[in-house]
């Protein structure tokens, strides 16, 4: 029993040649059709056209993506191109879903999206295949993302893991595609169900540390923090601000707050990221998903090097939970906070990865507006500004 994959890259301008050329090269040497294909691209392609290149190649093999804010193999990265991964496996089984309306009934969509786990499930248990996980997609744009997470945990009975990332724009917040098949939708979820005889290993690091004492969210609702102390919730950034005699003005509060985010405290003594999207007229925040009124929460802070130890950390994490398997691909699932902090140096985090994985192992990654992570057990969810990694087994 083997898995097989291998990563393909193209900035080609051309929509259609572009898709043909990264999956020509993640096709390349397999002597088998691929069981599942990934692709993440960003938004200077027309996608209908990217989709129809890359199963010109492909065939009709399940297909699962997503738009980006920038996108990465193992070998190349880039803000404006697409990468393909295709994976063939007899060890681990594909199965997708795909729905339609995320934002108007979130319930209803990951039950239509996920309406063949059970049986799927069942199927793959008989064969050997006791390990479940669901790798998704879904819309950037339509919040809630906490809820999201715990419906599709719920959907699966509570017998799978959950990992993916929210579809971007490259910071335009307009719209976000999702991918499943020749088909590209904004306000969708797509979930392809993987059933394997050896766990898909999981790991999560963010690598960020408290920068001030912890307050207490007084007022908000959904992703909306309106006070923090009983106070305007903007005002605890102008004072963190101030502290480090740090410009906060309307020129400047927005990348300010990117590279110091909302932490919020969980019960294991962590802190789960929020990133701060706008402020509001009247000094609310806007964030990528939910803090509860009563949360207790601080202001983050982090280095380059912190953040870089942090992919490292996260691939650790991911090795470790193979329980013993090799590692086959890897999929990076990554914010976009982080490239805009790490600028540059972005590339490293690939260097961290193969450090723990060694070479010869393939990296697709994109750059998300939130990461998912959630084991059986209920650990962790919806993220900001953090590095999840899931590694296939052999």
């Not at 572009?18 to 040497?29: C, D, K, P, T, W």
């Not at 490259?170 to 392809?192: I, M, N, Q, Y």
């Not at 990348?255 to 962590?270: R, V, W």
């Not at 998903?289 to 950390?313: C, F, N, Q, Y």
């Amino acid at each position: 029993m083997t898995t097989r994959a291998k990563s393909g890259y193209s900035d080609e301008r051309s929509a259609r040649s572009a898709g043909q050329s990264a999956a020509r090269q993640a096709l390349e040497g397999m002597s088998t059709s691929p069981d599942l294909v990934l692709v993440f691209a960003s938004t200077n392609y027309a996608f209908p056209e990217l989709l129809r290149g890359v199963r010109e190649v492909t065939g009709t093999a399940p297909l699962l993506g997503a738009s980006t804010a920038g996108q990465f193999t193992e070998k190349s990265g880039g803000a404006e191109s697409v990468v393909v991964m295709a994976v063939s496996s007899d060890s681990i089984r594909f199965r997708t879903g795909f729905a339609k309306g995320l934002r108007q009934n979130q319930r209803a969509t990951v039950e239509a999206a996920l309406s063949g786990f059970a049986e799927a499930n069942r199927a793959a248990r008989a064969g050997g295949l006791t390990h479940a996980t669901c790798i998704v997609c879904a819309d950037g744009l339509a919040g809630h993302g906490e809820d999201l997470v715990e419906q599709i945990h719920t959907a699966t009975g509570m017998l799978a893991q959950v990992v993916g990332g929210a579809a971007a724009d490259a910071a335009k917040f307009e719209r976000t595609d999702v991918f499943h098949g020749e088909e590209s939708a904004p306000d969708a979820l797509a979930v392809a169900m993987a059933f394997s005889r050896t766990p898909i290993g999981l790991g999560v690091s963010h690598g960020l540390t408290a920068g001030c004492d912890s307050m207490i969210v007084t007022r908000a609702s959904d992703n909306v923090l309106y006070e923090i102390n009983s106070r305007p919730a903007v005002r605890a950034y102008e004072d963190f601000a101030a502290s480090l005699g740090a410009p906060f003005t309307p020129e400047t509060r927005d990348a300010f707050m990117i590279t110091h985010e909302i932490g919020m405290l969980t019960p294991s003594g962590e802190h789960k990221i929020r990133a701060p999207l706008k402020v509001t007229d009247e000094g609310a925040l806007v964030l990528a998903s939910e803090v509860p009124t009563g949360t207790s929460v601080t202001i983050m802070r982090g280095t380059k090097d912190g953040l870089i130890s942090a992919a490292e950390s996260a691939a650790r994490a991911a090795v470790k939970n193979l329980n013993g398997g090799a590692a086959r691909a890897v999929l990076s699932f990554d914010c976009i906070c982080r490239r805009l902090f790490l600028g540059d140096e972005y590339r490293r985090q690939v260097g961290a990865f193969r450090s723990v994985i060694g070479d010869d192992v393939p990296i697709v990654g994109w750059e998300t507006y939130g990461e998912i992570a959630m084991t059986k057990n209920q650990q962790a969810g919806w993220h900001n500004s953090t590095s999840v990694l899931a590694i296939l087994p052999d």
